[in-house]
């Protein structure tokens, strides 16, 4: 498992997924509210791309660090290995 260890990624992500919160709670008002889907649609919509941005820097991150590990240690199948069970996780 590839965890985040640099200030800057960790803090990064976290405004993402602040952003993410942000928007899944203002469509949990909007929905109480009874407000107009048009509006909900656009939060769900801003949900899924943070998440979408969120998955694509871990992945980044990932690919930075683990492959470039494998590819370092003279390891293709596992750096592989390794990037094809991240996009697996991902996609």
């Not at 260890?5 to 990064?12: A, H, L, N």
């Not at 909900?40 to 660090?65: C, F, N, P, S, W």
Request: charged share 35%; net charge negative; proline share 1%.
């Amino acid at each position: 498992m590839t965890h985040l260890t640099e200030p800057t990624t960790r803090e990064e992500i976290a405004k993402r997924l602040a952003r993410v919160a942000g928007h899944a709670t203002s469509l949990k008002r909007l929905w109480d509210e009874e407000r107009d889907i048009d509006d909900m649609l656009t939060q769900i919509a801003a949900v899924r791309a943070g998440l979408d941005q969120v998955g694509k820097a871990m992945l980044e991150y990932h690919i930075e660090q683990r492959v470039a590990q494998a590819v370092e240690r003279k390891n293709a199948d596992e750096a592989i290995r390794s990037l094809k069970d991240a996009l697996d996780r991902f996609v």
